[in-house]
């Protein structure tokens, strides 16, 4: 036996039974015999300080004001709507939207569309509060930001909307349901290049897919320059025999700088993976298939992909995606799915 076979024998024979019993032995033993979180509790972290030293200093945060303003707008929406709500965050978050506007153009978070949804909603907000003693004063200082775009006084777009305006798509069930089974995992593609428009459409699509608070964590960081590519899809062992026939891969990254609160840090995650639902099949109606490519938590594999394509220190590959032209002489697994029957648990 190797030493690490040793270790993982302790670990998984004599540690393990005694350990996931209460919570500070599983503490103790992340602490003196594993260090499979030490990285993750650090990224974490890392976000965490990114984030509150961005507002303690009065820099830009981004992610917090998509979140106050996606505060707002639900507060817009409330049925029984007090003359009066967000007394808690509205002093700060007019402050954030004052700073972003100041600093247009200096991050690719700040961009005009988050501006024209922060500068309406807020508008909106005022128009319909009580101005009192604490609102007069936070609109005076709304008002007299320098603006960089172009707002309404009252607020027709980028604000709050009624369901019965949403323009009905004609898709089926059955349409819809014929596309999520012409999905398939596909890992052979045909050598054509695919026109880089094509995956701006489907990552168009991507961006409507929900996000927790609207934050929008994550960056689809795409590679179609061939060695480049390579380098990137030889790093995942899932897809080692075949990586070098995949046309485009894509890095899914989450940002942790996204969340104050390590409550939220499994929140990327699930916001990446809805939006990348959305992308697969708005490929498959371009005509293009795609392979999700598993991104364990490996030590040495994140410093490989650290290096190849430098992510920040808030930033973590959450998967990949491969796509391109299916070949159609390549094979697909037949991939059983489960039933309603099994996936459905009623009231329980
Ligand atoms: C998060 C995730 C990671 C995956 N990783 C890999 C991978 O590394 N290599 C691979 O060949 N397939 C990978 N797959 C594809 C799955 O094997 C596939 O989705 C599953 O077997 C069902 O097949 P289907 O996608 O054709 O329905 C991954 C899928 C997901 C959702």
Not at 173 to 189: A, E, K, N, P
């Amino acid at each position: 036996m190797s030493l690490y076979q040793i270790k993982i024998y302790v670990q998984n024979n004599i540690l393990l039974p005694i350990v996931h019993r209460h919570r500070k032995l599983a503490d103790l033993y992340y602490f003196l015999f594993s260090s499979e979180f030490s990285r993750e509790h650090q990224k974490v972290l890392k976000g965490k300080y990114i984030h509150l030293k961005a507002m303690k200093e009065g820099r830009p945060n981004a992610f917090h004001l998509r979140r106050q303003i996606h505060r707002l707008e639900k507060g817009l929406i409330m049925k029984n709507r007090r003359s009066l709500f967000a007394l808690d965050y509205i002093g700060d978050t007019v402050n954030n939207y004052k700073i972003l506007s100041e600093k247009l153009e200096t991050t690719q978070e700040i961009d005009e569309g988050l501006l024209l949804w922060a500068s309406h909603v807020l508008q909106k907000y005022f128009n319909v509060v009580d101005h009192n003693e604490v609102i007069k004063p936070l609109y005076e200082l709304f008002c007299q930001i320098d603006h960089k775009v172009k707002y309404q006084k009252e607020p027709k777009e980028y604000v709050p909307y009624k369901r019965a305006v949403v323009k009905k798509s004609q898709i089926s069930y059955d349409d819809f349901l014929q596309l999520t089974i012409q999905r398939r995992s596909v890992r052979y593609f045909l050598p054509d290049e695919v026109p880089y428009d094509l995956i701006e459409k489907a990552c168009t699509a991507a961006a409507y897919a929900p996000s927790a608070c609207n934050r929008q964590p994550f960056e689809f960081r795409i590679f179609t320059e061939k060695d480049m590519k390579n380098k990137v899809g030889a790093i995942p062992a899932g897809i080692r025999p075949f990586f070098k026939n995949i046309p485009v891969i894509i890095v899914l990254i989450g940002k942790l700088s996204a969340y104050p609160f390590e409550r939220d840090r499994h929140v990327m995650y699930l916001d990446g993976g809805l939006a990348s639902m959305s992308f697969i099949l708005a490929l498959e109606t371009l005509g293009l298939s795609s392979l999700t490519i598993n991104w364990p938590d490996i030590e040495f594999m994140e410093n490989q992909m650290d290096n190849t394509i430098a992510l920040e220190p808030d930033e973590r590959p959450m998967m990949l995606i491969g796509l391109g032209y299916a070949d159609p002489e390549g094979g697909i697994p037949y991939s059983q799915k489960k039933s309603h029957e099994q996936l459905l648990v009623a009231n329980k």
